[in-house]
């Protein structure tokens, strides 16, 4: 369990993983330990991320807090003057410039918490977190359980080939798979579509 430090000074945390596997969760326990502790905290979301909720950031486990739908990472400059913690859901599906957004924010002495996809479901780095994951002073990378043999999960196994890299999706689209799990299914999937 991540354990905050005792800085006053600001820093860059990236909850990273697969599908399922309590990224969101994680974040939203974070930024709810801060308000316990009196801290101002905002938190921030894609406006293009709607699966559950158009404003709030909400877990598969249905918690929940409050947040600001962005179309770009520079309009989070705009609502963070007076908080200490500012925290960023589904990172992969923002801009380019949403690191060096997160080094401006680190650098005025805010705490920064991110959650996002690692990498997507062909398991390539997903957008700008390797970016996030190198400049962040604390990574932590969470699984999820194989839904195929009860393993470690890492991979998030997209059904469908079809469709761009970016595609929203729940349980009927997405599973999360071990390794051995997540090459058999994609092997499987590329004797389908040689038919």
């Not at 399922?20 to 991320?49: C, H, N, W, Y």
């Not at 877990?59 to 520079?74: A, C, E, L």
């Not at 194989?146 to 997405?174: I, P, W």
Request: aromatic share 10%; with cysteine; hydrophobic share 35%.
């Amino acid at each position: 369990m991540f354990i905050e430090p005792k800085n006053s000074k600001g820093w860059i945390e990236v909850i990273c993983g697969s599908m399922f596997s309590g990224k969101t969760e994680e974040l939203i326990r974070r930024v709810k330990r801060a308000k316990i502790a009196k801290q101002d905290v905002r938190i921030f979301k894609p406006k293009m991320e709607t699966r559950y909720d158009k404003v709030k950031v909400v877990s598969h486990d249905d918690n929940y807090v409050d947040s600001f739908p962005v179309d770009t990472s520079d309009e989070i400059l705009r609502w963070v003057d007076d908080v200490q913690v500012v925290g960023i859901d589904e990172a992969q599906f923002f801009d380019e410039k949403l690191p060096e957004i997160c080094n401006i924010l680190a650098n005025n002495n805010k705490r920064v918490v991110i959650a996002g996809l690692d990498m997507d479901f062909l398991a390539k780095p997903f957008g700008v977190m390797p970016q996030l994951m190198a400049m962040a002073e604390y990574v932590t990378k969470v699984h999820a359980i194989c839904m195929q043999c009860g393993s470690v999960a890492q991979y998030s196994y997209r059904f469908s080939k079809s469709g761009g890299q970016v595609q929203l999706g729940e349980k009927d689209q997405y599973e999360p798979r071990c390794r051995a799990c997540y090459i058999t299914g994609m092997e499987e999937q590329k004797v389908d579509t040689d038919k």
